[in-house]
């Protein structure tokens, strides 16, 4: 083998996927996700079982990657985890395990911020955006607007004061009685719906924060109230109701993600993390990106919610810096990064 080749084993588990991928140089080899079906009955992630999962899980995950890529143990140079955010229980499985492989396998272990990989995602496939590079950030556990000048070099613009945009999709569905994880449930419904036929409130919030726990509390009020006039409420207009909830989340986000872009007068735009998946929103930041003149970025649908290659990544940029972890790290389940 070249002996300049990088191979790096990055390994995911800050919530319910266990995720293990193999990155050679910069380019995925495999990205494996085991989603943890345990959570499903209780309508939303269990951090006990989480972390139970991901300990059956992780070894066989491994495996798996490795024989994708076609690597041996031994050709592995580096070993990325995620540190922060996320579940610490979740968090400490892959922890333990990556510095573990690491110890044996006597090569350098790279810490990563789940969040700073969700932007990392963007270069993982071409084309690959140019910096300076906006890309707004959203997530079952945040939502920011993130100034990317290189790519480790970054800074959050701003955030959602409480909710994530995920969350409020995911407390929506759950209003709705969809079944768990709510927010690709309301994207399938929405895509039948008339996004007019309901309106709630758009929250706009100083500068570049967020807040969504308006609309979370503005469907509350309005189902309540609905539902004493008619019973059947919900069923006979679920897809309007998608469809009128989902439009008003991505005009909150696409209000913001357009006066970041303009102030800063930045043409190279993208949305990452799990809600990048959401059809609607990607289909706004098209749009937006053609009425503005912009360059717009979105990952491939597997490098959206979480997965280890966005991580690999992001451990690759490092390794080439040398930004290597001390064998004594820790996780934390909260941790800024810019
Ligand atoms: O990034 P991610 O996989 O995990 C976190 O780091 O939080 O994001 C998960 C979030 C969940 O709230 C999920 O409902 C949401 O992303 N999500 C979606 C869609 N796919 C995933 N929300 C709306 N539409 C989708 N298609
Ligand atoms: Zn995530």
Same mark, same amino acid.
């Given at each position: 083998m070249d002996t300049k080749t990088v191979n790096i084993l990055a390994i995911e588990s800050s919530c319910d996927e266990t995720s293990a991928a193999v990155i050679r140089d910069g380019k995925v080899l495999s990205n494996l996700i085991a989603t943890q079906k345990v959570h499903e009955k209780y309508g939303g992630v269990v951090p006990e079982l989480a972390s139970r999962a991901h300990m059956q899980n992780i070894i066989p995950v491994v495996d798996v990657a490795l024989k994708e890529a076609g690597v041996?143990?031994? =050709?592995?140079?580096a070993v990325a985890f995620?540190? +922060? &955010? !996320?579940l610490i229980g979740s968090l400490l499985v892959g922890a333990c395990f990556a510095k573990a492989y690491a110890q044996a396998l006597n090569v350098p272990l790279i810490a990563v911020h789940h969040m700073q990989a969700h932007v990392l +995602?963007?270069?993982?496939? =071409? %084309?690959k955006p140019e910096f300076p590079f906006l890309c707004l950030t959203v997530s079952g556990g945040h939502t920011q607007v993130v100034l990317c000048r290189s790519h480790l070099d970054m800074e959050v613009l701003g955030e959602t004061v409480d909710d994530a945009a995920g969350e409020a999709f995911d407390k929506v569905a759950k209003m709705l009685e969809l &079944?768990? &994880? !709510?927010g690709p449930m309301v994207d399938k419904n929405a895509q039948q719906g008339? %996004?007019?036929?309901f309106k709630f409130p758009v929250t706009d919030m100083e500068g570049y924060d967020f807040s969504f726990s308006g609309i979370k509390t503005a469907v509350l009020y309005f189902l309540q109230a609905e539902k004493k006039k008619d019973p059947e409420f919900v069923q006979k207009n679920m897809n309007d109701i998608c469809a009128s909830v989902q439009y008003t989340i991505i005009k909150m986000l696409m209000n913001k993600l357009r006066r970041a872009a303009k102030e800063l007068n930045i043409k190279h735009i993208g949305i990452a993390g !799990?809600?990048? +998946?959401n059809s609607g929103l990607r289909k706004a930041l098209q749009e937006e990106g053609e009425k503005n003149g912009w360059q717009v970025y979105i990952p491939a649908f597997q490098y959206c919610?979480?997965?280890a290659a966005m991580i690999g990544i992001t451990g690759y940029y490092k390794y080439l810096k040398g930004e290597f972890a001390d064998r004594s790290v820790s996780p934390t389940a909260r941790a800024s990064w810019t």
């Open positions: 041996e143990k031994h =050709d592995i140079q995620t540190q +922060a &955010p !996320g +995602a963007h270069f993982i496939d =071409d %084309p &079944p768990y &994880p !709510g008339d %996004p007019m036929k !799990g809600v990048s +998946a919610t979480d997965n």
